[in-house]
Nanobody
Framework: QVQLVESGGGLVQAGGSLRLSCAAS????????MGWFRQAPEKERVFVAA????????YYADSVKGRFTISRDNAKNTVFLQLNSLKPEDTAVYYC???????????????????WGQGTQVTVSS
């Protein structure tokens, strides 16, 4: 079992930055691939970024590539999402997710993840 708690969301002006954190419980965090998803009002939840267990493999949605960076600190049981050059269309609730995987794979579909956090709101004003 893994419990995930996101933090770091808030209100920021367009062009600004935020750093989201997702703290995981348990002693086997390094055995989990992690992902970030987001859900805007009245829209479906969509993939944002993913990282494998070691942090050596990452993948981004086209809409955030070059602006967002996913990383992890296995010693601190935490995965991060650095959001730069924010746009109003980045406004959403951001969720982190975990899936047990000790391979080099990362995962892009929400159905591939077993554990989810409660989400953190990111609002970007124009």
């Amino acid at each position: 079992q893994v419990q995930l708690v996101e933090s770091g969301g808030g209100l920021v002006q367009a062009g600004g930055s935020l750093r989201l954190s997702c703290a995981a419980s348990g002693r086997t965090f390094s055995s989990y691939a992690m992902g970030w998803f987001r859900q805007a009002p009245e829209k479906e939840r969509v993939f944002v970024a993913a990282i494998n267990w070691s942090g050596h493999s990452t993948y981004y949605a086209d809409s955030v590539k070059g602006r967002f960076t996913i990383s992890r600190d296995n010693a601190k049981n935490t995965v991060f999402l650095q959001l730069n050059s924010l746009k109003p269309e980045d406004t959403a609730v951001y969720y982190c997710a975990a899936r047990y995987s000790s391979t080099y794979y990362y995962y892009l579909r929400d159905t591939e993840y077993n554990y989810w956090g409660q989400g953190t709101q990111v609002t970007v004003s124009s």
